[in-house]
């Protein structure tokens, strides 16, 4: 079974307006961490956001926020008024308990922003 | 300061040559990580040095040969590679292997002819 699972392979929005990227995971372990990379097509991930499994409040972090649903295992990225430079990859991925090599990441979303 | 460096940017090198990518940071992190990202799909881990020990190795052939001379540097060694290893190579670190936060260098494109 997919560990991350990203439904959506490419989105639009229009700037300015809201947009959600979904993102659901599969894991038995208490402890775990999820997490939102940015790719642009510069090829640099870059860190947006972090949920830790036993946070009760969902993160943000600035324009981004991650909706936390722990029954449903879903980990939403929710990006308020959009901007151009938000035209990117997004990854979902997940770290489960302290194993370094279970760190897995979400097949991705590309997001187009339109003007 | 979150910064993770990576050179070469870009390295085009025959199936005969011999390289290397180096990873630097200067955060005081005890974790560092190899990945290689293919295009449009997510990166792959390919190695883990914690406390510059390597401590994760994926399965990676033997033409990649990484290294950990100090912990502020990353070496990826490469030799008689395939034109199939073609891709980003990424470098992240993270504060301590316990930690769950990654950061991520600008990667190194690399194309084998």
């Known amino acids: 079974a997919q560990k991350i699972t990203q439904t959506q392979p490419g989105m639009f929005v229009q700037e300015k307006e809201a947009v959600t990227l979904d993102c659901t995971y599969d894991t038995s372990d208490q402890s775990y961490g999820l997490f939102w990379y940015k790719q642009p097509s510069s090829g640099e991930m870059i860190f947006l956001i972090y949920?830790?499994?036993?946070?009760?409040q969902n993160a943000t972090e600035g324009r981004y926020s991650l909706n936390f649903q722990k029954a449903r295992k879903s980990a939403n990225l929710v990006i308020s008024a959009s901007q151009l430079g938000d035209s990117a990859m997004y990854f979902c991925?997940?770290?489960?308990?302290?194993?370094?090599?279970?760190?897995?990441f979400g097949s991705g979303t590309k997001l187009n922003v339109k003007p | 300061d979150t910064e993770v460096t990576q050179t070469p940017k870009h390295l085009v090198m025959g199936m005969t040559n011999k390289k290397s990518l180096k990873c630097e940071q200067h955060m005081g992190h005890r974790a560092m990580y190899w990945y290689k990202q293919k295009a449009k799909k997510p990166p792959e881990l390919m190695f883990v040095y914690s406390y510059e020990k390597l401590s994760i190795n994926e399965s990676v052939p033997s033409r990649f040969s990484p290294e950990c001379p100090n912990s502020s540097l990353l070496n990826l060694h490469l030799h008689a590679l395939q034109p199939e290893d073609s891709a980003l190579y990424l470098c992240?670190?993270?504060?301590?292997?316990?930690?769950?936060?990654?950061?991520f260098g600008p990667g190194t494109r690399l194309t084998v002819t």
């Open positions: 949920q830790g499994s036993y946070d009760e």
């Open positions: 991925a997940m770290r489960e308990g302290r194993d370094f090599n279970k760190f897995y």
């Open positions: 992240a670190s993270q504060k301590q292997p316990s930690s769950y936060e990654q950061y």
